[in-house]
């Protein structure tokens, strides 16, 4: 079964407008951790933002924020003034906890965004 | 600046060819992860390791194998190549120890673009 579920393959949205990018995730883990990475076309995976499953507050770094509703095993990637810069693949992670120490970290299938001048 | 590299960016082999993917971090990190990816699949993890010598299969592990001899080395070898293992490979580590409480986020090397002809 999928862990993480990005139902939206491909998204637009106009320049200086903010979008949400969905992610679901499925655990039955209490210790958890939720990631955001982006790949330009470059093929890179740059890191944007983490929620911790223990966390109250929903995280934000600068024009991301991360809206997480763990009763809904939800983890939204919310991006304010879009920019032409922000056009690339985005892919939501789910990193697990196991007993001997290992942790095990999983992707879902990404969303491509195409900003719109 | 924390480093994971990979030793080709390209590279062609033919059918039946055993070949080795390398990976290096120079992070001490104790998790090494490989993924494949394709369009459409996103990132499909094939193994992971916590610890040097120690491996757990992810989720699509048929047709490859692994090593870790040394914490900072994880290699993913395909025995005997096929073209439908034509794909980018990503390999990332993280670690367990850090400011968040599950630990750092996964860094990733450049990739490598594995053809099988």
């Known amino acids: 079964a999928q862990k993480i579920t990005q139902t939206q393959p491909g998204m637009f949205v106009q320049e200086k407008e903010a979008v949400t990018l969905d992610c679901t995730y499925d655990?039955?883990?209490?210790?958890?951790?939720l990631f955001w990475y982006k790949q330009p076309s470059s093929g890179e995976m740059i890191f944007l933002i983490y929620?911790?499953?223990?966390?109250?507050q929903n995280a934000t770094e600068g024009r991301y924020s991360l809206n997480f509703q763990k009763a809904r095993k939800s983890a939204n990637l919310v991006i304010s003034a879009s920019q032409l810069g922000d056009s690339a693949m985005y892919f939501c992670a789910m990193r697990e906890s196991y007993s001997g120490g290992y942790q095990k970290v999983t992707f879902g299938t990404g969303t491509k965004l195409q900003v719109i001048p | 600046d924390v480093k994971v590299t990979q030793s080709s960016r390209y590279l062609v082999k033919r059918t039946g060819e055993k070949v080795f993917l390398e990976c290096v971090q120079d992070m001490d990190h104790e998790n090494m992860f490989w993924y494949r990816q394709d369009p459409g699949l996103g990132l499909r993890l094939i193994y992971f390791?916590?610890?040097?010598?120690?491996?757990e299969k992810g989720d699509i592990p048929e047709g490859y194998s692994v090593s870790r001899e040394k914490k900072e080395r994880f290699s993913l070898i395909l025995e005997s190549a096929s073209t439908n293992q034509t794909s980018m490979y990503l390999c990332?580590?993280?670690?367990?120890?850090?400011?968040?409480?599950?630990?750092?986020?996964?860094?990733f090397g450049q990739g490598t673009r594995l053809t099988v002809v």
């Open positions: 655990t039955s883990d209490q210790s958890y951790g």
């Open positions: 929620q911790g499953s223990y966390d109250e």
């Open positions: 990332a580590s993280s670690s367990p120890r850090g400011p968040k409480p599950t630990g750092t986020e996964a860094f």
């Open positions: 390791s916590y610890d040097v010598k120690m491996k």
